[in-house]
């Protein structure tokens, strides 16, 4: 046996929301090369299932359930389908996430709504169903995704800022209390990567430049960046772990 081989997820059932494209997309990927089956959520049907067809060329099995985070009736079915096919649910990614950027003197409530429902709402809901699983089977890893903004504040962005330092302290709240389910919560906080939910940031050369200032390894992040840490978090090296956000952030929040 070697350290190495704790890394290995072969045989486990691992869910990702927010899969078909961007950061969800690599850790997808990631948890398929350490072994693990995937069911891929988001709703973008096409998307995933082109995102599986790959996946299954790994020798893993991969499972595009075409899901509305918003929907709690579309959680039950992501949770429902997942046991039918895999018997169990070892780890769950709760990637998915939405952004609305308005002057917060102003800001319309309805986004505020939505960016809450998305980011942490539906975060919550599958904890709860996904944990009910983990518990009955003996144990089982959630990984949040958490931001920057879980520590620092920017402008414009404050249901996406509330949400994800929500997202640090509900990670925390959760890893305390179904700890003796054998349960860990964790959760991992990417700094700046160019994905859709960025672009238009990686277009403002401005703010770009004040990014790349502050940041001690002077690039944007790749969502390749993300698989190290999505894997461990998923696996056995990670067993006394719990109730952590582990940032990959190109030393932003070291400055
Ligand atoms: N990019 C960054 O620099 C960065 C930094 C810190 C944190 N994050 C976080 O990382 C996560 C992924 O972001 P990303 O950068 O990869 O953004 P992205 O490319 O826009 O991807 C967002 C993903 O979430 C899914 N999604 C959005 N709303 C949904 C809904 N209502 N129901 C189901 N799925 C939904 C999207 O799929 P569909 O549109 O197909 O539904 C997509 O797969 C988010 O939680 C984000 O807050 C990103």
Redesign the pocket.
């Known amino acids: 046996m070697s350290v190495l081989d704790d890394f290995r997820l072969d045989g486990r059932a691992s869910i990702v ?9 690599a850790m997808s990927e990631a948890l398929a090369e350490a072994g693990s089956h995937i069911v891929l ?4 049907e096409e ?2 299932n082109t995102i599986a067809d790959g996946i299954q060329t790994l020798g893993v099995r991969a499972l595009a359930v075409p ?4 929907k709690e009736e579309e959680l039950d079915r992501l949770v429902e389908q997942t046991v039918g096919e895999f018997g169990r649910i070892d780890v769950l990614v709760n ?5 609305a950027r308005h002057p917060a003197i102003d800001f319309p409530i309805e986004e505020w709504d939505r960016v809450l429902a ?2 942490l709402r ?1 975060v919550f809901l599958l904890c709860q169903k996904v944990a009910r699983v983990m518990m009955r089977q003996g144990g089982g890893k959630i990984i949040n ?5 879980s520590e620092v504040g920017v402008g414009l962005i404050p249901p ?1 800022a509330a949400s ?1 330092g929500g997202i640090r302290q509900l990670t925390k709240s959760l890893a305390v209390e179904w700890a003796e389910h054998n349960i860990c919560v964790n959760a991992i ?10 672009e238009g940031l990686y277009q403002d050369r401005e703010r770009y430049e004040q990014i790349i200032d502050r940041l001690a390894i002077k690039r944007w ?1 790749r ?1 390749e960046d993300l698989k190290g840490a999505v894997v461990y978090l998923a696996s056995k090296a990670s067993d006394y772990v719990t109730g952590q956000v582990l940032y990959v952030d190109g030393g932003y929040l070291a400055g």
């Open positions: 929301t927010g899969a078909s494209r961007g950061l969800g997309k959520a988001a709703r973008s998307a995933l899901t509305h985070v918003e990637n998915a996430g939405t952004t998305v980011n539906s995704v958490a931001s920057l903004l996406y994800k906080g990417p700094g700046y990567f160019r994905t859709a939910l960025t992040g969502p």
